[in-house]
Structures are given as structure tokens and as C-alpha cells.
């Protein structure tokens, strides 16, 4: 959840005297050192005044400064060794003193040091790949050097370049060898099922057509020097004040000015044009959610944890983007409504071997009405054979139209409007229980997500806030109507995340519904407040100074349970891809700790959920040990974990080459056995079963029946 903080003048003018910016007249012309100092005196004293934690900038922060600027320039540890952090050690404890007083040398100085090494590693791939590899001898590589100690000494980090190019031209050898392969299949196998895409191998084809894969390593590392060594002095700023803000928290940043639109995007959590999250992972652009409404959603080809590695605009040849920062990423996929764009990318679900498909998708702009919430009616039987009609909403975010409402229009869209109206309907029909499916819901309008809460309960409080101050407030639901007091599920996984975390723990929190998913939710417990350093500015200097976000307050449940880093757990877990993915509040660095503060009483609507949640549980667990889809869906998931654990890469062709033939046989052969059980000829015309949904409908008939012959009793709608 996000704010646009909006500053009266008496609070401007403070800021504008804690950071001393005010001794500047209306016509002085400032320079560029004194516009990059003030910005990064406003941002620092913004940042550890305003934020949650409450710290003041000093040594402590300082260090941990030091050693993020560090990361963000060289996350893989490929660039700057032990002795190279050693030289500038003298910085460590004085940077908190060095930042407030505007002072940003050691970020420049740095970065210098970076773009020196850029070149030497230049030079050395080029003498290197003139040398050339043996690619029959047993060598491996690291697959993630993220947590890694830095090599000792430049002798150290040579070899591990050495390993790194031999990689990268090995990796090349091996997409053409697949290339080829998947060509000389492509009619075949298109008769039999559609599923090559012959426009993969032969973009590929067309990449590696003009350039040996040695000349593509040069020219990438050319491209590379070029982006980083023509970067403003602001942008260089940005990623230290960046390293501030996230000393502080994960979801803190300062964005310059020149970033302000991808900060927007960053904002929205989508990308205008084909409606994807992205981020830079070891030299990849990766996936990290898909817009729900947006053109890849609707294509469902496109998946979480996928790596982009070329970009084809329309007929034009493909734009390799290997190395290439998601802001150059981002540029080459926007584009005008209604035109193509073609991804090449390598399947998440096929581990770090995995060989490339192709995605075009037409671009359009991703509309709230495409994310509206859904419901459709689902028939079961029960133990006793009686018929059992399912509503199943799957709900993508918690929108609401602010200014609509703010206007007061009579019909301004929101989430739990449309979920009230869909209940309507659901009554209409004689539903016997409904599901929410908020898996990979990110969030939205805290607004929104007490509203909905309000629509399963009578009255009561639904989550509550704590600010910078330790100040807590409750929020409550607005009115004291029901929507729907019958049987309730809720889907989560660990994508779900923010305000759904509100609504999936309050639900849990009044036992009002069983709750199914990973093994817990995503963990983002907390508001960002966005302030544009401009308008602290407008009044004293004229110029653009960029924009600053940080956690700014904390939500914790009724029970009293913060919903920050550990989530909400479900009272039954579902086996999913998503449980096995380095995904969460946990897995981001200086993230605010779990805490709690003091429950609030509240009602129970169902007294004996707990009581009957284990025997749903128990026939949970074995309807699904029976069910052969199941035991497939197993496989993949472990058989994907065992990619993810991977630690080292094999860089001998002939070893590299057959773990590639067994795992597409692998999966193909599941793909082969699913589709035969499942009766799917023709997936075109067939909807795809989605197991877990099947799965979370038969634990609310079985929840359904339990409750009927225990005479369990909900609170009667008023």
C-alpha cells in the first residue's frame, strides 16, 4: 500500500531549515554540486526522520551503507574483490556524518573504481575468448555468487571470469545445438500436439547468424561499459541514496528525476504494454509477477520467475538484453496499443538449463476493468451424493477509484462493490459456499480490503495500524449488513500480499472461514509514503530533485499479530511452485521484524472450525494421495526445487548437453500423462484444470457436509 504524502508549508519550511537550503535566494543559480548535495542532505534527513524505524543516521548505518553500495553495483561479486573493499575501509563509520552534510564523494569515487574494473575485465574476455575453452573437461561454475565471500585478490577474480565467459559461450554452443534440434522437430511435433515454437529458433537463429557467440560476449560487454560510464551524476546518486533508504527497508528507494516514469511503473506494480513486473537477476530480466488483466495474464504463457534474454520488436531483427538494466528492458518492451512484441525467454520451471521459448504478445494498456473482480458457480457432490453449488470470486487486486470516490460519484468502481454485487447473484442462485481466491492478489487499497472484510461480517474491528510514533489505530468495519454469513474459503499464496493479508487475517482471526494455500503469505506488513522532494523545493530552488518512498507504518491483526515478514498461515497447506520460491518479506534484506501488540476482542463466527479442520485436513491429504494429477504435479514441483538448489552448473558440453535431453523427456512426458488422465485432445478448446481450485472446492463441500451433521451454526445473516 502506497501514499502520496501531501506537506503542508509549515512542515516544508522545517525540512527546508533542518537541511539548511534556504540560505540560496531566488535567482542564485545553483550548481550541480550544490543541487546534488541538497538533494542528498533532504533525502537522507527524510529518510531517517520520516521512516518507521525510527534511526538516526549513524555509524551503524554507515556500515551497513558501505557495504550495500558495494552490492548494488556488484550484487554477483564478480567486480570488486577483498583487498578492493579494504582500500576504501576509511569510509565505513564516516558516511553518516559525510551524507548529512551533502557530501557524496565516496559514491562518485567508487563508482570510478567500478568502471575501471568494467575495463580490465573487458580486456581480459578479449585475450581470453581468443584463447578459447575445453569444453570436455569437468569444471563447474557457481550458479549464484550472491552469497559468496569476494574473491581474495584480482588472481582469484580472473579465474572466476575465465568460468564465467567459458559459461557464457557454452550456454550459446548449447541454444543453437537446441536450436537446431527443436528445427528439425518443429513440423513433426506441430502436427501432433502445436506445442514447438518454431519462431524461437529461428529469431535465435537470426541473432547468432551475424555474430559467433565470443563476438556476442564483446559486443554485450561494450554495451554494457558504454550504459554504465555515460550514466548523469544524479543517476550515479541515485544508487547510493538508494543504499540509504534501503538501509532502512527493503521497499525504500530515491528515484531521480530522469526515473520518475519506471517509479510510477514501480508504483502501479505493472508495465504499461504488456502488463509484467520485472527485476535484474545475475545479469537476466526476470519476472516477478504477472498483471492480472494485462496481455501476458491473458496469454498465460508468461510466467513468475521466467528470464527474458531478447526483446523482438514487430518484424525488426531480436535485441539481445542479457546484461541490459530493466530501464533499457522496460524501453524496448513499451510501445504503442495494438503492436506486437516477441519475448525470448528461458522457462523458470526448467531450472537454469532451461532452453528458450517465444512469447508475442500485443501490447494494449492494462485497464482497472480487466483486473475487476469475478465470480462463476461450480457443481459438486457430496458424501451423501447432493448436488453442491460452489461460488467461486477470484479476486486480482483491491482497486478502488479514488478520485471517483472522492468526487462522490454514484457509481465509482471498487472491488468490494463488484464482490457485493457478485454475492448478490450468488444468493440469488442458492450458492451453498463460496471461495476467494486471492492468490497472487498484491494488494491494493486498505480501504478496500476493510470493506470487504465488512462484507462477512456483522461489525467489528478488522486490522490494526501502528505508525512511526507507536501510536496504534483500529480500523473498523463501516456498516453492521452481511453480504453472505455461509460457508467461506479463501485462497492465498505466497504472492498474496498486502491488503490481502488484511482480509485473509481477520478472516482467520473470526473464524470465519478456512484458509488454503503455500505455507504462509507473502509478509508485506507495511504503508510506503511517497514525498517528491520538488515540492519541498518549490519555494526556495528551482529544480527537479527526484522523489523518495519509505515504510512509514505497520499493520498488525485483530489478534494482535503483525502480518510483516511472517504472513498469514493457512489452516491447510496446498502443494504449489510458489511454496518453493525464494518469495517473501523474509528474503528481503534490513525488512522490519515480526512483532506484535496487544489483541483486540473480538467474536468467533464458527465455534467449532477448529475442532473440524483436522478431519478436513486428513481428507485433504488423502483425496489427493489417490489422484494421479497430483502425484505429476508433485514431481514437477520437486523435480523444479532440485533446479532452484542447484549451486553449481557443469561446464563440460557433452554432461551439460544430456541433463538437457533428460529433463525435456521428463517433462514432456508429464505433460504427455496429464493431458491423457485429463481427457485434454485439444487444449485449445479445452479450459486447463486447475488442480488447486478443484482441490480448495472439495475442502468446502467437505466442510460443508461436516458443519450440516455436526450442526455447526454461523451467525445468522441480519
Known amino acids: 500500500m502506497i501514499k502520496i504524502l501531501k506537506l503542508c508549508r509549515p512542515l516544508i519550511f522545517i525540512f527546508a531549515l533542518f537541511v539548511g537550503i534556504v540560505t540560496f535566494g531566488d535567482d542564485d543559480k545553483l550548481s550541480e554540486k550544490q543541487e546534488l548535495g541538497i538533494i542528498t542532505k533532504l533525502a537522507s534527513a527524510l529518510i531517517a526522520n520520516s521512516h518507521y524505524r525510527q534511526h538516526e543516521l549513524d555509524n551503524k548505518i554507515s556500515s551497513k551503507i558501505f557495504d550495500a553500495y558495494f552490492k548494488i553495483l556488484d550484487p554477483g561479486k564478480t567486480y570488486f574483490?577483498?583487498?578492493?573493499?579494504?582500500?576504501?575501509?576509511?569510509?565505513?563509520?564516516?558516511?553518516?556524518?559525510?551524507?548529512?552534510?551533502?557530501?557524496?564523494?565516496?559514491?562518485?569515487?567508487?563508482?570510478?573504481?567500478?568502471?575501471?574494473?568494467?575495463?580490465?575485465?573487458?580486456?581480459?574476455a578479449e585475450k581470453q575468448l581468443k584463447k578459447g575453452f575445453d569444453f570436455t573437461k569437468d569444471e563447474y561454475i557457481q550458479s549464484d555468487r550472491s552469497k559468496v565471500e569476494r574473491s581474495e585478490s584480482l588472481a582469484q577474480?580472473?579465474?572466476?571470469?575465465?568460468?564465467?565467459?567459458?559459461?557464457?559461450?557454452?550456454?550459446?554452443?548449447?541454444?543453437?545445438?537446441?536450436?537446431?534440434?527443436?528445427k528439425d522437430n518443429a513440423l513433426k511435433a506441430a502436427k501432433k500436439n502445436g506445442k514447438v515454437d518454431k519462431k524461437a529458433a529461428e529469431i535465435l537463429e537470426k541473432m547468432w547468424s551475424k555474430q559467433t557467440p565470443e563476438q556476442k560476449i564483446l559486443r554485450r560487454l561494450r554495451d554494457i561499459y558504454n550504459e554504465m560510464s555515460q550514466k548523469s551524476k544524479l543517476s550515479i546518486l541515485s544508487f547510493y541514496l538508494t543504499c540509504v533508504a534501503q538501509t532502512y527497508g527493503p521497499h525504500s528507494s530515491y528515484f531521480s528525476p530522469e526515473l520518475e516514469e519506471d517509479f510510477n511503473i514501480s508504483m502501479k506494480l505493472s508495465l504499461v504494454g504488456i502488463g509484467a513486473v520485472l527485476t535484474s537477476d545475475n545479469g537476466y530480466t526476470k519476472i516477478v509477477r504477472i498483471i492480472p488483466g494485462g496481455p501476458a495474464s491473458k496469454d498465460g504463457k508468461l510466467k513468475a520467475d521466467d528470464r527474458i534474454i531478447a526483446v523482438t520488436q514487430g518484424e525488426k531483427p531480436p535485441v539481445d538484453i542479457v546484461d541490459m538494466s530493466v530501464t533499457n528492458v522496460v524501453k524496448l518492451i513499451?510501445?504503442?496499443?495494438?503492436?506486437?512484441?516477441?519475448?525470448?525467454?528461458?522457462?523458470?520451471?526448467?531450472?537454469?538449463?532451461?532452453?528458450?521459448?517465444?512469447?508475442?504478445?500485443?501490447?494494449?494498456?492494462?485497464?482497472?476493468?480487466?483486473?475487476?473482480?469475478?465470480?462463476?458457480?461450480?457443481?459438486?457432490?457430496?458424501?451423501?451424493?447432493?448436488?453442491?453449488?460452489?461460488?467461486?470470486?477470484?479476486?486480482?487486486?483491491?482497486?478502488?477509484?479514488?478520485?471517483?470516490?472522492?468526487r462522490g460519484d454514484k457509481d465509482f468502481k471498487s472491488s468490494s462493490r463488484d464482490v457485493a454485487n457478485i454475492l448478490t447473484k450468488f444468493e440469488k442462485e442458492g450458492v451453498d459456499g463460496v471461495v476467494m481466491d486471492l492468490r497472487s492478489n498484491g494488494g491494493g487499497s486498505l480501504r478496500e480490503a476493510i470493506h470487504l472484510t465488512g462484507l462477512f461480517i456483522d461489525k467489528g474491528p478488522i486490522v490494526q495500524v501502528r505508525n512511526s510514533r507507536r501510536r496504534v489505530s483500529i480500523k473498523y468495519d463501516p456498516d453492521e449488513t452481511i453480504h453472505y454469513n455461509g460457508p467461506l474459503l479463501v485462497m492465498t499464496n505466497k504472492l498474496s500480499s498486502s491488503a490481502a493479508e488484511i482480509f485473509t487475517g481477520a478472516i482467520k482471526d473470526y473464524h470465519r472461514g478456512i484458509i488454503v494455500g503455500d505455507s504462509r503469505t507473502y509478509g508485506k506488513g507495511t504503508v510506503l509514503n511517497v514525498i517528491k522532494l520538488d515540492r519541498l523545493l518549490r519555494d526556495y530552488n528551482k529544480f527537479k530533485a527526484g522523489s523518495v518512498k519509505f515504510e512509514?507504518?505497520?499493520?498488525?491483526?485483530?489478534?494482535?499479530?503483525?502480518?510483516?515478514?511472517?504472513?498469514?498461515?493457512?489452516?491447510?497447506?496446498?502443494?504449489?511452485?510458489?511454496?518453493?520460491?525464494?518469495?517473501?518479506?523474509?528474503?528481503?534484506?534490513?525488512?522490519?521484524?515480526?512483532?506484535?501488540?496487544?489483541?483486540?476482542?473480538?467474536?468467533?463466527?464458527?465455534?467449532?472450525?477448529?475442532?473440524?479442520?483436522?478431519?478436513?485436513?486428513?481428507?485433504?491429504?488423502?483425496?489427493?494421495l489417490k489422484?494421479?494429477?497430483?502425484?505429476?504435479?508433485?514431481?514437477?514441483?520437486?523435480?523444479?526445487n532440485e533446479y532452484r538448489k542447484r549451486k553449481n552448473i557443469s561446464l563440460n558440453e557433452k554432461k551439460r548437453w544430456a541433463e538437457y535431453l533428460a529433463e525435456k523427456k521428463m517433462l514432456e512426458a508429464n505433460e504427455k500423462y496429464i493431458k491423457q488422465i485429463s481427457g485434454e485432445d485439444d487444449e485449445e478448446k479445452k479450459e486447463k484444470t486447475d488442480l488447486l481450485l478443484d482441490e480448495?472446492?472439495?475442502?468446502?463441500?467437505?466442510?460443508?457436509?461436516?458443519?450440516?451433521?455436526?450442526?455447526?451454526?454461523?451467525?445468522?445473516?441480519?
Open 334 to 406: 513499451r510501445g504503442k496499443a495494438g503492436t506486437k512484441v516477441t519475448l525470448t525467454i528461458l522457462p523458470g520451471a526448467k531450472g537454469h538449463g532451461a532452453i528458450p521459448e517465444n512469447i508475442t504478445l500485443v501490447r494494449e494498456k492494462v485497464k482497472l476493468k480487466n483486473s475487476e473482480a469475478s465470480g462463476k458457480i461450480q457443481k459438486i457432490k457430496d458424501e451423501n451424493g447432493k448436488i453442491l453449488k460452489i461460488g467461486i470470486i477470484d479476486l486480482s487486486r483491491f482497486y478502488l477509484d479514488f478520485e471517483g470516490a472522492i
Open 696 to 718: 480448495s472446492v472439495k475442502i468446502l463441500a467437505d466442510y460443508i457436509y461436516l458443519k450440516d451433521n455436526s450442526k455447526v451454526a454461523l451467525t445468522k445473516k441480519k
Open 157 to 182: 577474480l580472473k579465474e572466476i571470469w575465465r568460468k564465467r565467459l567459458k559459461s557464457d559461450v557454452l550456454y550459446f554452443r548449447l541454444l543453437k545445438r537446441s536450436m537446431q534440434l527443436d
Open 627 to 640: 489422484n494421479p494429477k497430483y502425484k505429476i504435479l508433485l514431481q514437477n514441483i520437486k523435480k523444479f
Open 552 to 624: 512509514s507504518e505497520v499493520f498488525y491483526r485483530i489478534n494482535g499479530s503483525s502480518t510483516q515478514q511472517l504472513g498469514v498461515k493457512p489452516d491447510i497447506e496446498l502443494p504449489s511452485f510458489t511454496e518453493y520460491m525464494e518469495i517473501g518479506e523474509e528474503f528481503n534484506e534490513n525488512h522490519l521484524p515480526w512483532d506484535s501488540i496487544e489483541k483486540i476482542d473480538h467474536k468467533y463466527y464458527d465455534q467449532k472450525l477448529a475442532t473440524v479442520i483436522d478431519d478436513i485436513k486428513e481428507r485433504s491429504v488423502a483425496r489427493r
Open 81 to 124: 574483490t577483498k583487498d578492493d573493499v579494504k582500500r576504501f575501509e576509511k569510509y565505513r563509520y564516516y558516511l553518516d556524518d559525510l551524507t548529512r552534510e551533502g557530501n557524496s564523494d565516496f559514491a562518485f569515487e567508487i563508482y570510478q573504481y567500478y568502471l575501471e574494473r568494467l575495463r580490465t575485465y573487458r580486456q581480459f
